[in-house]
């Protein structure tokens, strides 16, 4: 199933709504409005994202029974056209969002920009070593081989698709990240690798949005990233909330980032080093996770600007396409 938060576009009602795509993806069936008309009665997980996430294994399966009721009938006011409603991240305000760097290639090549910057002679040597030996002397911290590293990023920035990312008046570059993650649908502590995936409920896009020129001069003190990170429309999510099921095998899925219709990125979750499993197994030692908290996969590599030395510009329609999980597209506006 593909879930959604959504508002009609000609509805005075504006409170967000949880709702799931119709099978031909051309129309969003509202949840809670197909269940009373199913049963005479609302549902407390239908309220919102959250609530549903929290409803775990009786939600899921009460919302199958909804798409299955709407397959036989459709009672005015169950469903909208997709063009006629606005789609926010499928989970709004997520409890917590953790963001993994679970690719090497892009540690290694986003180093290696700095490096051109910062350190010409060691950039140069790097791209001989790589030509002569076929590996470069540049790499992961030994550290990032050892566990799986994480930052917590702000969960009131994030936005949904098509909403315009406010550029941040005090950067001068401004980056997209190529990344999608997995939301928590079950609560757990000291998870065992083998019942991880048991707890995801499923995936969705990612744009990690940065102010690189911020970050890296802020991570020069060894904390952060901060506000090369926190501003508001920073994080973006979405359009749909794609259950597990759906996905065959997530360590398989083609990612792919446009700009202005150019592609810029392109490469596969199947490059990550860590899993999600090795993660949720990692953050739950000694500490419960809960439904509705996001983890994020980081960047795939050559999946950002900063990779190519190539930069955002105001107007631009940044677009992320992940295999299964549709594409999630954002335009760059100055405030």
């Not at 000609?10 to 031909?24: F, H, I, N, Q, Y």
């Not at 359009?239 to 150019?262: F, H, I, Q, S």
């Not at 990550?272 to 953050?283: P, R």
């Amino acid at each position: 199933m593909k879930l959604v938060t959504f508002v009609p576009k000609s509805a005075s009602e504006t409170t967000p709504r949880p709702g799931v795509l119709t099978a031909d993806n051309e129309a969003v069936a509202d949840l809670q409005t197909a269940a009373i008309a199913r049963s005479g009665s609302a549902l407390p997980y239908f309220t919102d994202m959250l609530k549903w996430l929290e409803g775990s294994e009786e939600a899921f399966e009460e919302t199958q029974r909804v798409v299955e009721f709407l397959r036989r009938q459709s009672p005015p006011g169950t469903s909208h056209r997709l063009d006629s409603v606005v789609l926010l991240a499928p989970v709004p305000l997520p409890r917590s969002i953790r963001d993994f760097m679970a690719f090497e290639k892009h540690i290694v090549q986003a180093t290696r920009t700095v490096a051109k910057w910062r350190f010409p002679p060691l950039a140069t040597l790097d791209t001989w070593a790589e030509r002569l030996w076929g590996r470069p002397l540049i790499g992961a911290p030994k550290v990032w081989y050892e566990r799986p590293i994480y930052y917590k990023s702000n969960t009131f920035s994030v936005v949904g698709p098509e909403a315009e990312i406010r550029w941040p008046r005090y950067t001068e570059r401004l980056d997209y990240e190529l990344e999608f993650g997995a939301f928590i649908g079950r609560a757990g502590r000291d998870i065992p690798k083998e019942e991880a995936r048991q707890h995801i409920v499923g995936y969705t896009i990612f744009n990690d949005f940065s102010a690189r020129d911020i970050q890296l001069r802020e991570m020069q003190g060894r904390l952060g990233p901060a506000k090369g990170k926190d501003f508001d429309t920073g994080n973006a999510m979405g359009p749909y909330l794609v259950t597990a099921d759906e996905v065959p095998d997530p360590y398989n899925l083609k990612m792919v980032a446009r700009v202005n219709g150019e592609e810029w990125s392109r490469g596969s979750s199947a490059d990550m080093h860590f899993t999600f499993e090795d993660m949720i197994t990692y953050v739950s030692q000694d500490e419960t996770l809960y439904p509705g908290e996001f983890i994020g996969s980081g960047t795939v590599g050559t999946g950002s600007g900063l990779e190519l030395d190539r930069w955002l510009k105001p107007g631009d329609v940044v677009e992320l396409e992940v295999e299964h999980l549709g594409v999630l597209r954002n335009r760059v506006v100055r405030p």
